[in-house]
């Protein structure tokens, strides 16, 4: 099988990038940042879908290896994360997102 996944793209011995033993990625989440109102929204979903969202997308550990490390048949992370950005636009535009949002740009 190829490298492990990650957000940036496949690991590699060129870039510094080695997944550690277990398929896990040893690189740190993506240097660009999360923005607290995604952080917020994020952490609204259902643990299901919002556990495989953030182990793939945040911490590049490949949907194999989520679903072995869950012992799910392949198809279940790939559902679980569709239906994660599914719900996020769901999430964002409730009152009390826009009402969090805008706290936090108050006080900056």
């Known amino acids: 099988m190829g490298g492990t996944h990650l957000a940036g ?3 590699s011995e060129k870039d510094g990038r080695h997944p550690s033993p277990g398929g896990r990625a040893s690189r ?11 952080t917020d929204a994020v952490n609204e979903l259902d643990p299901g879908p919002r556990f495989v969202l953030v182990a793939h997308d945040l911490d590049g550990i490949s949907m194999a290896q989520i ?5 799910l048949p392949l ?8 239906k994660a950005i599914g719900a996020l636009p769901d999430v964002l535009s409730r009152p009390e997102a826009r009402e969090i949002c805008t706290q936090k740009v108050a006080m900056r």
Request: a positive charge; hydrophobic letters at 25%.
């Open 28 to 38: 740190k989440r993506r240097e660009a940042p999360v923005s607290a109102t995604t």
């Open 67 to 71: 679903a072995e490390d869950t012992r």
């Open 9 to 11: 793209g496949r690991a």
């Open 75 to 82: 198809s279940a992370p790939y559902k679980r994360r569709a």
